[in-house]
């Protein structure tokens, strides 16, 4: 790690995504907390919900603490910039693993209405990563592990490579 | 992102040949004699290598009939490259889960079938 101390690496992407949603039921269940706690969460097998906290509001935070079947800690700390009722969400998110500050993200969620009761979801994420851990912390937590996960794309059939 | 077209990209990229071809690749066009020079080895094995290469659909070999050069294509790899991002995946199988969320709450209206995501 001595190498990564004091770093910080920039990254940002861009997820577009079509539902048979109109806005207003896609912004509800990014807005509504018992909605949000249906999807918003970590992978159902290996993580499960220890604190949740949701204030969709200018300046409102969300916090969201869960523990892996390792043990170990994931904490999401949130504060929303911008609300604009189904149209936007602008937040700036910390993400926390074992208690150390992994990375700082701002996060831009767009609904663009494109008729017939649909709706296009754009993800914009912009994020520093903080001493090395440009993997999300995911190497040191291994349950999610990159290299797992290319090993199974290398041909092990792995059931726990999304369905896409 | 289609899954097993990141099957065949990574497969194609686990052999420090085809890495090499594609690093030539990425600085421009080559014909087939010219991406064999640098390694020793014969002709058709290189050309194995590059079939491997255009079945992933990394690589693609123009049809002029002498020169036929061979030229990246950037795509696969960008996708790839994105998979391996993890806070994209991260971001893309929440993203299933509130498509998962939205379908379930919404099953007893007269909603349009359910759009399947690839394979």
């Not at chain 2, 790839?80 to 379908?103: K, V």
Request: aromatic fraction near 8%.
């Amino acid at each position: 790690m001595s190498s990564h101390a004091r770093s910080v690496k920039h990254g940002s992407f861009v997820i577009e995504r079509l539902f048979n949603h109109d806005p207003g039921a896609l912004f509800h269940a990014w807005t509504d907390p018992k909605a949000k706690a249906r999807w918003f969460n970590g992978p159902a097998d290996k993580w499960t919900e220890e604190v949740r906290e949701m204030d969709v509001r200018v300046g409102g935070r969300d916090r969201l603490i869960g523990k892996f079947v390792d043990g170990s800690e994931s904490r999401f700390e949130a504060q929303y910039f911008d609300v604009v009722p189904e149209r936007r969400l602008v937040y700036t998110y910390d993400m926390y693993w074992q208690g150390k500050k992994i990375s700082v993200s701002l996060a831009s969620i767009e609904f663009v209405a494109q008729g017939k009761g649909s709706t296009k979801l754009v993800v914009t994420e912009q994020h520093a990563f903080l001493d090395g851990y440009e993997d999300g912390g995911s190497r040191e937590r291994g349950t999610l592990g990159l290299i797992d996960n290319l090993g199974i794309a290398l041909g092990g059939g792995d059931t726990r490579i999304p369905r896409k | 992102l289609d899954h097993d077209q990141l099957s065949s990209t990574f497969a194609a990229l686990a052999d420090p040949t085809r890495r090499a071809i594609l690093s030539r690749l990425a600085t421009g066009e080559a014909s087939v004699t010219e991406l064999a020079e640098p390694f020793d080895m014969s002709l058709p094995a290189v050309t194995k290598h590059l079939k491997v290469l255009q079945r992933a659909g990394l690589v693609i070999q123009g049809r002029e009939a002498q020169w036929r050069p061979c030229r990246l294509l950037a795509k696969p790899m960008r996708d790839a490259a994105e998979w391996m991002e993890p806070y994209r995946r991260h971001w893309e199988q929440r993203l299933d889960r509130l498509e998962d969320y939205l379908h379930e709450t919404t099953t007893k209206g007269a909603r349009r079938p359910r759009k399947g995501r690839g394979k």
